[in-house]
């Protein structure tokens, strides 16, 4: 299986093992991944951090590690990141650290992502199936949109 170059954010705080396995599937399908994690606010959370950024020194993908100098909290968080992640591409996906992808998630997402480009109907696209209008779990938009 060929690995797929697309512009995928994992937002990481303090669950280190579902983490590990979201880690392990990009690592597995991606070329390269972004890694955000906002400021700890705790001694223990700051611990479950430091385990996911040894983890992270032993993988074999690219990796582009963002840790907040201080705490944005969930909302901010996760706005700054899309906003980080649109300055490098037209397009992001963004996953949770406990939002476990299948091996198919990343290549649907990339032909997702090409095929509703230019779809004014399409704001977003998600690798849930679910009745609700909107899905955070595993989903990704364009920088137009």
Known sequence: MSKVDLNVTVLAYS????????????????????????????DEITDQQNKITELIKTLDIEVNLIKRGSNLGLVRSVLTSIDEALQRDDHFVLLEDDCLPSDSFFSY????????????????????????????????SWSEK
Request: proline content about 5%; charged content about 20%.
């Open 15 to 42: 669950r280190y093992d579902s983490f590990k396995k979201v880690i392990h599937q990009c690592e597995k399908n991606l070329t390269k991944v972004t890694v955000c994690m906002d400021a700890p606010n705790s």
């Open 109 to 140: 997402m990339s032909k997702s992502l090409t095929q509703y480009k230019h779809d004014t109907n399409v704001s977003s696209v998600c690798g849930t199936i679910t009745r609700c209008p909107f899905n955070p779990w595993g989903w990704g």
